[in-house]
């Protein structure tokens, strides 16, 4: 089904959006369809998330028209913008950690019985059915904050399925999602498109956006590029329509003569907090030399997470095994420990971990240098501010200064900003846990390009990423997880992406025959 024979659904007329001096938004116009799936893409603050707040009732000023099903709107706020059948899911997730995940689905809109009593029972039926249909198993009242970002992210996709809506919006929604995962959502919203929802995609993922989308549309510095039906459009053109230009293949050099070992880890095993059975991680062994990458690769619980984790002191309980730092023999009991060490953990839950959402992307920068940057009580300001505009120019962060809030940056610019922070202290190990989620494909490409120098300078990094053509080119070797064992350890010249999803299921293919 393509979209021009269905009926339009939305347009959004010359909007505009200002942000202080920012503009995020220049005269951007864009029609739907129902039953479409419509992708939005280009770089890192280009405005897509702007323009959907816009749409979801999350920002309400702005200049220009929305236009839905053919009268005009305005919405006072996301619950208007929820009663004209809007729904979002939010790149940031949006969730309230403190509640259980069905309070969370039906928040604002809960289900009662008679005398106004909540329906608890009805609510966690309806969140069971709900997590069905997505194939996750997730319980109904477990508290969001217990859970794991993947976990979260299937919960913001139930609350957007739980009512009825006409559009919905959805941020990056698989940039936690395991592969399987991901297959159940392209089902669900082949569903929704045959309901004759439109869903409107953000993704910077171009597979992705040539699996689903009827259309595409780029926005390039908060303005309409193009607009094309899929089929009149292809991946090199679309990112050639973000970017404004061709990007090169990155080629990296992988000098055969890595250093000595900085990072030597024997027998590494962690129990698991839940099943008591089942350790995360089962008697890992591996090393990591000065000048080189060690890729993680596995599936979504395979304990990729964990183990960088527990190389960073952060585990729940302490791992047992041997771990080496220069030849030293040390068990970090806190992440301030394997700081001072010199390693450094990114994680791949921002919001969780890394941002601090009350400061600004200099303060965000510099919070782990600040002791170096003081002398007695007195920040060295000019310091600071010479390591922060360093820092936004290595990484092409786009932000107006360093004294910007670190909220009113893009995703992937927060992203870019945390990353700075672990440069800053030049770690002899820095361990990357999925370092380009939500980053566009310019800037991956930059920050694939920054791993391979910091490594020719003699750092050791290990990194975990679910897009596997990214793991392939970063990395010197590859260590595959599953069901926190080591499957394999794959050379250069060994790991396709066929041998690591091979060795990322091997136990799992063997209890589906047993089974
Ligand atoms: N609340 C805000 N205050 C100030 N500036 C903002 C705010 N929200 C967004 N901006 C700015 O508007 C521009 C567009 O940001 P937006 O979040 O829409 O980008 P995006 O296309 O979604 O990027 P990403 O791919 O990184 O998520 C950016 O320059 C951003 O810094
Ligand atoms: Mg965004």
Not at 200 to 222: C, P, Q
Not at 399 to 416: D, E, P, V, W
Not at 442 to 461: C, H, N
Request: glycine residues 8%; neutral net charge.
């Amino acid at each position: 089904m393509s979209a021009p024979e269905t009926p339009v659904r939305l347009q959004m007329r010359h909007i505009s959006k200002h942000f202080g001096g920012v503009r995020a938004l220049r005269d951007v116009s864009v029609t739907a369809h129902a039953g479409e799936v419509h992708a939005l893409c280009g770089e890192n603050g280009a405005g897509k998330s702007t323009l959907m707040k816009i749409l979801a009732g999350a920002i309400t000023e702005y200049e220009g028209r929305i236009v839905l099903e053919g009268r005009e709107v305005g919405f006072s706020g996301p619950r208007a913008a929820e009663d004209a059948g809007i729904r979002i899911i939010y790149q940031e997730l949006n969730l309230v950690p403190e509640l259980t995940v069905a309070a969370n689905i039906f928040l604002g809109r809960e289900r009662r019985r008679g005398l106004g009593l909540l329906d608890d029972r009805a609510m966690a039926a309806e969140a069971r059915r709900l997590f069905e249909r997505l194939g996750a198993t997730i319980a109904p009242r477990a508290l969001v904050g217990d859970l794991r970002i993947g976990d979260q992210q299937m919960v913001e996709i139930a609350k957007a399925l739980a009512f009825d809506a006409v559009i919905v919006i959805m941020d990056e929604p698989t940039s936690a999602l395991s592969g399987a995962e991901v297959a159940r959502l392209y089902r669900v919203i082949a569903d929704l498109k045959r309901h004759g929802t439109t869903v409107l995609y953000i993704s910077h993922k171009m597979n992705e956006v040539f699996t689903l989308a009827d259309r595409v549309t780029v926005l390039r510095d908060g303005q309409l590029v193009a607009s094309a039906p899929r089929g009149r459009s292809n991946p090199r053109q679309v990112i050639r329509w973000m970017v404004g230009r061709e990007i090169a293949e990155l080629r990296v050099e992988h000098p055969a003569t890595a250093g000595t070992a900085i990072l030597q880890v024997e027998g590494l095993s962690l129990p698991s907090p839940v099943h008591s059975g089942r350790p995360s991680l089962h008697d890992l062994s591996f090393a990591v030399r000065a000048g080189e990458v060690l890729g993680i690769a596995g599936l979504l619980g395979a304990g990729r997470t964990e183990l960088l984790e527990a190389l960073f002191g952060a585990s729940p309980a302490p791992p047992s095994g041997t771990i080496l730092l220069d030849g030293q023999p040390v068990l970090f009991r806190s992440p301030d420990q394997a700081i001072a060490a010199g390693v450094a953990l990114v994680t791949e839950d921002r919001k969780a971990f890394g941002l601090f959402d009350q400061m600004t992307v200099a303060e965000n920068i510099t919070i782990r240098r600040l002791q170096a940057l003081t002398w007695g009580h007195l920040i060295d300001r000019q310091a600071q501010a010479r390591a922060v505009a360093e820092s936004i120019r290595r990484l092409a962060i786009k932000a107006a200064s360093g004294r910007t809030a670190i909220t009113s940056l893009s995703g992937g610019n927060q992203q870019k900003c945390i990353l700075a922070r672990w440069l800053l202290i030049e770690p002899k190990v820095l361990l990357l846990d999925e370092p380009t989620r939500g980053i566009d494909v310019g800037a991956k490409a930059e920050i694939s390009a920054l791993i391979r120098r910091l490594v020719a300078q003699g750092m050791a990094i290990v990194m975990t990423s679910s897009e596997l053509p990214e793991l392939l080119t970063v990395s010197d070797r590859i260590l595959v997880l599953c069901e926190g064992r080591q499957t394999a350890e794959l050379s250069r010249a060994e790991a396709t992406e066929e041998s690591i999803i091979h060795a990322a299921t091997q136990f799992l293919d063997r209890a589906a025959r047993t089974s």
